[in-house]
Nanobody
Framework: VQLQASGGGLAQVGGSLQLSCEAS????????FGWYRQAPGKEREMVAR???????DYSDSVRGRFAMSRENGASTAYLQMNSLQREDTAVYYC??????????????????WGQGTLVTVSS
């Protein structure tokens, strides 16, 4: 199983971009999805999360500008980024948990990360 992130690119200040995170395999085996970002010289930080019921959570820095969604019954999550600021420039990573065999005869939630997608916001 894997996560495939897409949608990054170049945007101007005030512009918009949409990121997608597609998970492979059985959609029912995936739980919460999240987007994280890492800017140069900074630690990775949580941007947004959505659980299996569609409940969302956002960091203070993006609340009101970004919206995360998830297709019902599907294994794809989206991050709509509006009113982009230069401070949003970073590599964005999607994250999700997959229910699988984590050790012989023991099942649990294993975290997966997609490859990063670069978002650059310029003035």
């Amino acid at each position: 199983v894997q996560l495939q992130a897409s949608g990054g690119g170049l945007a101007q200040v005030g512009g918009s971009l949409q990121l997608s995170c597609e998970a492979s395999g059985n959609a029912a085996a995936w739980s919460d999805f999240g987007w994280y970002r890492q800017a140069p010289g900074k630690e990775r930080e949580m941007v947004a999360r959505v659980d299996s019921r569609g409940n969302t959570d956002y960091s203070d820095s993006v609340r009101g500008r970004f919206a995360m969604s998830r297709e019902n019954g599907a294994s794809t999550a989206y991050l709509q980024m509006n009113s982009l600021q230069r401070e949003d420039t970073a590599v964005y990573y999607c994250n999700a948990e997959h229910f699988e065999e984590i050790s012989p005869s023991r099942y649990g939630w294993a975290p997966y990360w997609g490859q990063g997608t670069l978002v650059t916001v310029s003035s």
